[in-house]
């Protein structure tokens, strides 16, 4: 059973720092992982897909990466802004199940 | 990529009645989802809405609480029926774009039930 967790809960920083999100699965046959933002009380935003075969996606000052071996996939968010300021959720789409299975979020805050 | 639309966006219910949510695609997608997000959780799959067939349920989750309808392939709903307190959340439709296998997600429903 896929299982997809992240680290840290929560994180606090000044703005313009560099930021390093984690997230981790057990099971490593997916079709890809998907990094979503979520505003209080909004729906999900997705940011970036990476699909099973790539190493990383780009996307203006965010970029993910995986690496399936070990069950990692990190965000890295450049030069922060408090417009940043949301919950993170990495989501893991499995090929046994074809369900996303969503991690429980960094919620992060970007302070002037 | 697909833009989803969900009615309504909020509501405010009183225990034993029923509240059906909409959720409409603007593009055909094979595979329609329904999330639950209780307050400051993460995304729990109720049921995948399968166009012309019953849905599939996730553990603990059932049709007589839960029914769902798929009429095609842009439009789905979901009835919260008999609805206590512990049923308050925001509810989250999703689609699944093919080839890529990307998804996305509706704006949620925020259900308070008094």
């Known amino acids: 059973k896929q299982e997809v967790t992240q680290i840290p809960a929560a994180l606090s920083v000044p703005e313009g720092e560099n930021l390093v999100l984690n997230c981790s699965f057990t099971?490593?046959?997916?079709?890809?992982l998907q990094w979503f933002r979520q505003d209080p009380g909004k729906g999900l935003t997705s940011l970036l897909l990476?699909?099973?075969?790539?190493r990383e996606q780009t996307s203006g000052r965010l970029n993910a990466s995986l690496d399936k071996s070990s069950g990692r996939s990190t965000l890295y968010i450049a030069a922060s802004q408090p417009g940043d300021s949301a919950t993170y959720l990495c989501?893991?789409?499995?090929?046994?199940?074809?369900?996303?299975?969503f991690g429980t979020g960094t919620r992060l805050q970007v302070f002037p | 990529s697909a833009v989803i639309s969900q009615k309504p966006s909020r509501d405010i219910c009183q225990r034993g009645t029923s509240l059906t949510i909409q959720c409409q695609v603007d593009s055909q997608v094979t595979m329609m989802f329904w999330y639950r997000q209780q307050p400051g959780q993460s995304l729990t799959l109720i049921a995948t809405a399968n166009q012309g067939s019953e849905a599939t349920y996730e553990s603990g989750f059932v049709i007589d609480k839960f029914p769902i309808s798929r009429p095609n392939l842009t439009f789905s709903t979901l009835t919260v029926s008999n609805m206590s307190p512990e049923d308050s959340s925001i509810y989250l439709c999703?689609?699944?774009?093919?080839?890529?296998?990307?998804?996305?997600f509706g704006p949620g429903t925020r259900l308070t039930v008094t």
């Open positions: 099971d490593s046959a997916i079709y890809n």
């Open positions: 999703s689609a699944l774009d093919s080839p890529s296998y990307e998804q996305y």
């Open positions: 989501a893991a789409l499995s090929y046994n199940t074809d369900k996303l299975i």
């Open positions: 990476i699909q099973s075969s790539q």
